[in-house]
């Protein structure tokens, strides 16, 4: 009897030590279970709506409204926000991709318009620029010329401006540079006086003291035709006072117009030069087929200096 008693308490002892370990087990799978829905719900979930979003967009077949919803401060949190962010930045910009597209024909004519006027004030800008240079360049025909009738003198030039225009179907050139020879009388002889200049400045600057100097020369060159005073001079004394009183002419512009001018006096029986240079090329002498300079120095300054 007492073994039997004994088996009972034992098969008792045994079944609770199982029983016990039953019970564990079952616990230690609940909170196994339990950590590992923890671990899915906090890591693997978020992550999976962060690659499905990313792939969707990726392929093209979600929408950049799509937003990833994480509730977490932890880096998938906060990798959801950077996502978001960057997503309402590209919406914000396709939106005014969008709007500028459907706004892009009005604006394309709007802009079109704006250059047709710019273009049509240019063109307008233009001829009056071109209609003043034309009245300027017939100005400074008359002055540019040869008036020069002797047997022993022969007197050409060739003046080729840099700036050309057309106005009214017509090609014109304008600029500083001017030719002038014409004939006087000092003491009885027949002189013929010339002048090459270039007065400093582009188009129609340049011009300005062109067409001031021609006018200037021409009204010395007939006052000496119609005063004898003037005729009784040397041809030393008279391309001096001619030089002086150019000189002054252009001094008045306080240095805003300056001219490189040779001037000289040719006696149309013998042949004799006489002749100043104001900061301009050297005169070139021709003779027996050999070229030299007839300058060896520097003589004036331009018109105009001080």
């Known amino acids: 009897l007492a073994a039997i008693i004994n088996k009972k308490e034992a098969y008792?002892?045994?079944?609770?030590?199982?029983?016990?370990?039953?019970?564990?087990?079952?616990?230690?799978?609940?909170l196994v279970g339990f950590f590992i829905f923890i671990v899915v719900d906090l890591s693997i979930k978020p992550l999976n709506k962060i690659i499905t979003v990313l792939r969707g967009i990726a392929s093209g077949k979600l929408d950049l409204k799509e937003r990833i919803h994480i509730q977490s401060t932890d880096e998938f949190g906060e990798l959801a926000d950077t996502f978001n962010n960057m997503a309402d930045k590209i919406e914000s910009q396709n939106n005014e991709i969008k709007e500028y597209s459907e706004n892009l024909e009005e604006k394309v004519i709007q802009r079109t318009d704006e250059l047709n006027q710019t273009l049509s004030e240019v063109t307008?800008?233009?001829?009056?620029?071109?209609?003043?240079y034309f009245l300027t360049s017939l100005l400074l025909e008359p002055l540019g010329r040869v008036d020069v009738?002797?047997?022993n003198l022969v007197v050409n030039f060739y003046v080729k401006q840099k700036k050309t225009f057309e106005f009214k179907n017509q090609v014109k050139a304008i600029g500083g540079d001017l030719c002038i020879a014409n004939l006087i009388q000092l003491k009885d002889r027949d002189y013929t006086v010339f002048l090459n200049c270039d007065a400093m400045g582009k188009s129609i600057q340049g011009a300005g003291g062109a067409l001031i100097l021609g006018s200037v020369f021409g009204a010395i060159i007939e006052r000496t035709r119609s005063?004898?005073?003037m005729q009784t001079q040397s041809p030393e004394k008279w391309i001096k006072g001619a030089f002086i009183e150019l000189h002054k002419t252009f001094e008045t512009f306080d240095g805003s117009?300056?001219?490189?001018?040779?001037?000289?006096?040719?006696d149309n029986k013998n042949g004799l030069l006489y002749f100043l240079n104001a900061e301009h090329p050297w005169t070139v002498l021709y003779r027996d087929g050999k070229a030299s300079f007839i300058e060896s120095e520097f003589m004036f300054h331009k018109l105009g200096m001080s």
Do not use: C, P, Y
Request: charged residues 20%; aromatic residues 2%.
């Open 12 to 30: 008792a002892v045994i079944g609770g030590i199982v029983f016990r370990n039953v019970l564990l087990s079952v616990v230690t799978l609940a």
């Open 257 to 266: 117009m300056l001219v490189s001018m040779v001037m000289g006096l040719v």
């Open 124 to 132: 307008k800008l233009k001829k009056q620029q071109d209609g003043d």
């Open 149 to 151: 009738q002797s047997e």
């Open 227 to 229: 005063t004898k005073i």
